[in-house]
């Protein structure tokens, strides 16, 4: 079975500074991974995804994302926070067995303090 | 290009009665697939719908049922609605979703949901 762990419900950072928000994943054979970003009462918006190839990821909004297939991770980076990066975050894994489906993590809230 | 939309935006029922939400992917996509997401279970998969076709569901009761049309938008319906039925429906379309058991490397796009209350 695959599955998801964002270890980090909460995660503060101030402006300007790196965030990181991390994500490990358990799935057998090749992960398919995701990071998606919901701002309140909206849905989910595609950041980055990680099929194959280069480990290191770059997505929407400055946003990137390093693939550690021996840590089993999927950290979601930006060089510098911004206020408007405040959001809740998830990471995904598709299913593996040939299903079209995601198995998301449970989130971590960003919060950017000015 | 539009990107997902889902009708409504906000539902209030009651306790037994059911209800229909609806879901127009991005043109062009042909898998639609459903989640649930709640602050207790997070998100959840329902179901995904391609070529009209239910390819897969998660585990959910049968009060749970959906469908897709010829032009690609889908339908999903609830009946006798419990307290716990109370959540943001997302419904998220990606360009061929399962096809011949293969497994896609597409994205899938997020409609902004249905914030369904039950009362």
């Known amino acids: 079975a695959q599955s998801v762990a964002q270890p980090e419900d909460q995660v503060n950072v101030a402006e300007g500074n790196p965030l990181t928000v991390k994500c490990t994943y358990s799935?057998?054979?090749?992960?398919?991974l995701f990071w998606y970003v919901q701002y309140p009462n909206r849905g989910l918006q595609f950041l980055l995804k990680y099929i194959t190839g280069d480990n290191l990821v770059k997505g929407s909004y400055g946003f990137e994302a390093e693939f550690n297939k021996s840590q089993t991770s999927f950290h979601l980076k930006k060089p510098s926070a911004l206020v408007s990066d405040s959001a809740l975050y998830f990471c995904?894994?598709?299913?593996?067995?040939?299903?079209?489906?995601?198995?998301f993590g449970t989130g971590t809230r960003l919060t950017v303090i000015p | 290009k539009a990107g997902v939309t889902q009708t409504p935006r906000y539902l209030i029922k009651t306790r037994g009665q059911q209800v229909t939400l609806s879901c127009s992917p991005i043109s062009g996509h042909r898998s639609v697939s459903w989640y649930q997401q709640t602050p207790g279970q997070g998100l959840q998969f329902l179901f995904e719908y391609f070529s009209e076709t239910q390819r897969n569901k998660g585990n959910f009761p049968g009060r749970f049922s959906g469908r897709q049309f010829s032009n690609s938008r889908s339908e999903m319906n609830v009946s006798t609605l419990e307290l716990g039925d109370s959540a943001l429906y997302l419904c998220?379309?990606?360009?061929?979703?399962?096809?011949?058991?293969?497994?896609?490397?597409?994205?899938?796009?997020f409609g902004p949901g249905t914030r369904l209350t039950v009362l």
């Open positions: 799935v057998s054979g090749n992960p398919y």
């Open positions: 998220a379309s990606s360009l061929k979703g399962v096809d011949r058991g293969y497994l896609s490397t597409d994205t899938q796009y």
């Open positions: 995904a894994v598709r299913d593996i067995t040939g299903a079209n489906n995601l198995f």
